[in-house]
């Protein structure tokens, strides 16, 4: 079965400093990747998704990850965030084949001051 | 477009009662999801149906928990009776259906339910 870890619960950045959210996760076969954001009171909503090809991804909002299969590991970037990038991030990992469900990590809560 | 409803937004039961929760789905979409979030924890899959037919069933609790997805479009989930762990975040989510996990999930706002 696979797992998701995110390394920090919590996140706190200033205003148009850059930011790194750490995600590794561990599984016995390929996986896809995922990232979901959770804006106060609203619902989940994705990011970006690794299927495969560049392991370089970009996602809405300025967001972007890195794939890699070697550490195992799918941190969140970006260069310069916002007061309304201020919500709780979501790693996700599914099996490519088999059990297709997505596998969530605890979250990491990102936090951006003035 | 109108995005996934989920009602009650909020509720509060005692132990031993029961509860159900309602989930509408994005117009067309085909595969539905259940997902119970514990406060600090991730989501996790309760069940998934396709159509009105269950694909994934196997973390939900089926001695209190039941699901249905009567003709095909939205669906009810239900407690009965409820424990205190119970107490979570329930997320519907909903995807076209066709493409399988790779289709984006679009979620809804939630219930949040507490039991005392």
């Known amino acids: 079965a696979q797992s998701v870890t995110q390394l920090d619960s919590q996140v706190p950045v200033f205003e148009e400093a850059p930011v790194e959210l750490r995600c590794n996760y561990s599984s016995s076969v390929s996986v896809y990747l995922f990232w979901y954001v959770q804006y106060p009171n609203q619902g989940l909503q994705l990011l970006l998704k690794y299927l495969s090809g560049s392991t370089l991804v970009k996602g809405i909002n300025g967001f972007e990850a890195e794939f890699n299969k070697s550490q195992t590991s799918f941190h969140l970037r970006k260069p310069s965030v916002h007061i309304s990038d201020t919500a709780e991030y979501f790693c996700?990992?599914?099996?490519?084949?088999?059990?297709?469900?997505?596998?969530f990590g605890q979250g990491t809560r990102l936090t951006i001051n003035p | 477009e109108a995005g996934v409803a989920q009602s009650p937004r909020y509720k509060i039961i005692e132990k031993r009662q029961s509860v159900a929760f309602w989930c509408n789905p994005i117009?067309?979409?085909?595969?539905l999801y259940w997902y119970q979030q514990i406060l600090g924890q991730g989501p996790k899959l309760l069940i998934q149906f396709q159509n009105n037919g269950v694909v994934d069933d196997s973390q939900l609790p089926k001695d209190r928990f039941s699901a249905e997805r009567l003709k095909g479009v939205d669906s009810t989930l239900k407690i009965q009776p409820a424990k205190l762990e119970d107490s979570a975040v329930y997320l519907c989510?909903?995807?076209?259906?066709?493409?399988?996990?790779?289709?984006?999930?679009?979620f809804g706002p939630g219930t949040r339910l507490l039991v005392l």
């Open positions: 996700a990992v599914s099996e490519i084949q088999g059990a297709q469900k997505l596998v």
């Open positions: 989510a909903s995807s076209l259906g066709a493409g399988g996990i790779i289709e984006t999930q679009y």
């Open positions: 117009s067309g979409h085909a595969t």
